[in-house]
């Protein structure tokens, strides 16, 4: 039952997987070896990722995340491609510790800085007992580390790993973002991953880089992103300062576009996810593509084999084994469905007027699922249901919820 649950392990009606009517039965959780690692901040302690299968059937359980990566995983090995994926996920970091957060109600919070941290050398060496363990702890789990750098926020952090394939990328995250509290927790500090943890300040983000290479017999061959790579596909007229793109990448993007706001639930799955989408704030507000432009939500970046995409609408709060399947399903139907690619954006995506637009709620992001043919083709029907109550509760939770903003602007004023 544990997958039909939410933050709080409380069992959520409308699940078809799993409810009182079919007695909430157990899982069978079989270990996935390759995943086992030690986890040097927790002594003498190994992790390791499991995936779950039905008691009754034996087969792998469909709408558990780690499954969900893997059939979209699978359906682009079926097409002789294998998705690659590097991430950035930013948190930021408080001289609280969790328990003085919850005993003052999460208010008051004390970043670790008193200014934004964007490429300021002394403060993110003040920085370093916290955010070095973190990196010395993913490396010694066998988690590459690229680095680490301030961000835009005070208090703001990011540490990038390195890229790999899709499900091993999410694992790692979900590595990261565990030790990242644990180590911190450890410390006498606090770490956040929500996506908007204060109006104010900067939101923090999961960008997702993928890519797709050729696969045969099980190995990578070469990107088939690459429009030098020789494999007869590729674009020899670029044109409105885009890169020669090849014709994979072409459809794979095309389809990027045209999921995007069916997915959103997919990337960001919160209610505080939405807060993050505000202009001027280094998080995308429109749907459309550029090169190496920011104001979008899809960024083309890199060259030859290092060509890729970047989706800048996942927060660090998103789910990175849904945000990842979200962001291979939708490429994948792009080239299923050989869709064109509208030429370049290279304006100031916060200001155009004729862009489609970002969901602004959780309530809109999940009626764009809810009536999306692309995510039942994508998804398949039991996938699709599971996510939408997810988010239908998720959201229905919060307004049944009276907050703080009601009570200090309505108490004496109503």
Not at 386 to 399: D, G, I, K, N, Y
Request: hydrophobic content about 40%.
């Amino acid at each position: 039952y544990l997958i039909a649950t939410d933050f709080d392990d409380v069992a959520v009606p409308g699940y078809k997987f799993a409810s009182y009517d079919l007695g909430y039965g157990d899982m069978v959780a079989r270990a996935d070896f390759g995943t086992i690692r030690f986890t040097p901040w927790v002594p003498k302690t190994a992790l390791i990722f499991c995936d779950v299968f039905s008691v009754k059937t034996g087969e792998p359980i469909a709408v558990a995340p780690r499954q969900i990566l893997r059939d979209q995983v699978a359906a682009a090995q079926r097409m002789n491609l294998e998705p690659m994926i590097g991430s950035e996920i930013e948190f930021y970091l408080f001289r609280d510790s969790y328990d003085q957060l919850h005993d003052k109600g999460y208010r008051n919070l004390l970043p670790h800085s008193p200014f934004m941290e964007d490429y300021q050398i002394v403060q993110t060496t003040r920085d370093e007992y916290v955010v070095g363990e973190i990196r010395r702890g993913l490396e010694a789990a066998a988690i590459p580390v690229e680095f680490s750098k301030g961000e835009a926020g005070r208090g703001q952090h990011e540490i990038n790993l390195s890229y790999t394939r899709a499900l091993e990328m999410a694992d790692r995250n979900t590595v990261y973002k565990t030790a990242a509290k644990e180590i911190a927790a450890g410390l006498g500090r606090s770490v956040t991953f929500m996506a908007k943890y204060d109006f104010a300040e900067t939101g923090s983000s999961c960008h997702v880089h993928s890519s797709l290479w050729h696969l045969s017999e099980g190995a990578v061959r070469g990107s088939a992103f690459d429009a030098g790579h020789g494999d007869g596909a590729r674009d020899s007229t670029p044109s409105h300062g885009t890169p020669a793109m090849t014709d994979h990448f072409r459809m794979y993007l095309a389809g990027q576009l045209a999921a995007a706001r069916d997915f959103s639930i997919l990337w960001a799955p919160t209610i505080n996810s939405y807060k993050r989408f505000q202009p001027g704030s280094w998080a995308p507000t429109a749907v459309a593509w550029g090169v190496d432009n920011r104001t979008l939500g899809y960024r083309v970046v890199g060259h030859g084999a290092s060509t890729r995409v970047e989706c800048r609408i996942p927060g660090a709060d998103a789910n990175s084994y849904l945000a990842f399947a979200g962001t291979i399903a939708a490429g994948l139907y792009g080239i299923r469905h050989r869709l064109q690619l509208d030429d370049a954006y290279s304006g100031n995506g916060y200001e155009a007027k004729d862009l489609p637009r970002i969901p602004t709620t959780l309530a809109e992001a999940a009626d764009l699922w809810e009536h999306s043919a692309i995510a039942r083709e994508c998804f398949g029907d039991d996938v699709h249901h599971h996510l939408l109550t997810m988010a239908r509760h998720e959201w229905s939770s919060f307004q049944q919820t009276v907050t703080d903003w009601e009570r200090v602007r309505y108490f004496e004023r109503a």
